[in-house]
């Protein structure tokens, strides 16, 4: 339960400049699931101590000299970004039983943190998945039976939408692979330890706000977040 004398208060990352449509869907969100939302963006003070929690939030394609790896397709990425989010996740992971949740360029760069890789380019590996980019949810997920994912989100075959490049390939240290779509490409990640609530996905779950599977993984962080606040004694 949310502790009643306070909602838990969950630092959101983006961009400088736009994803003013995400922030706007995820604040809705967290609140709905009993949290507060602080926007968190490059140029912005360092996030406050009194952060219970973050979403390292989706957007632009991550660039691959951070996995070490040659640009393969012509991108414009956001350097700025990149820098900023790397170093909001250092500082998470740094803080004892502090629960991250990573959306689709978030789960990714939760990946790379972690010393894994990314394929760049993903139309060459789809065989049975649409290159399609929707907010729908017409992407079917599979997660893994034991997966905490699965526990959260009450299902095994899920509905997701997608709207992303890339995807991860060599996985991060600490991390496991929580769900694949038909054609074997990670759509989730979690993290090996019990000690915190470690996720990424890649799918949207903020645009898909009238799912209760979707709204699950909002309501589990806000829960986190409010027992690292507040822990058990």
Not at 61 to 86: G, N
Request: glycine residues 10%; positive net charge; hydrophobic residues 40%.
């Amino acid at each position: 339960m949310v502790d009643p004398r306070g909602r838990p208060l969950i630092g959101v990352t983006g961009p400088r400049r736009q994803g003013l449509r995400a922030w706007w869907f995820t604040r809705r969100a967290l609140r709905r699931a009993g949290g507060r939302a602080l926007w968190l963006r490059p140029g912005a003070d360092l996030p406050p101590e009194s952060l219970d929690g973050i979403i390292i939030g989706g957007g632009d394609d991550i660039d691959p000299v951070l996995y070490s790896q040659p640009s393969q397709v012509h991108r414009v990425y956001d350097a700025e970004r990149d820098a900023f989010e790397l170093q909001m996740i250092d500082i998470s992971l740094r803080r004892p039983g502090f629960p991250v949740l990573g959306i689709c360029r978030g789960a990714q760069l939760l990946n790379v943190f972690l010393g894994g890789s990314l394929f760049q380019e993903l139309r060459s590996k789809r065989q049975l998945t649409s290159n399609r980019r929707t907010i729908l949810p017409l992407k079917t997920l599979h997660l893994e039976s034991a997966s905490r994912l699965a526990e959260i989100m009450g299902c095994r075959r899920c509905k997701v939408n997608s709207l992303h490049n890339q995807a991860i390939a060599d996985l991060g240290r600490g991390l496991r692979v929580a769900g694949r779509d038909l054609d074997r490409i990670v759509q989730a990640v979690e993290g090996e330890g019990a000690d915190r609530l470690l996720l990424g996905v890649q799918w949207h779950p903020e645009f898909l706000p009238l799912m209760p599977s979707q709204q699950r993984l909002f309501r589990r962080l806000v829960e986190a977040a409010s027992q690292h606040r507040h822990p058990l004694r």
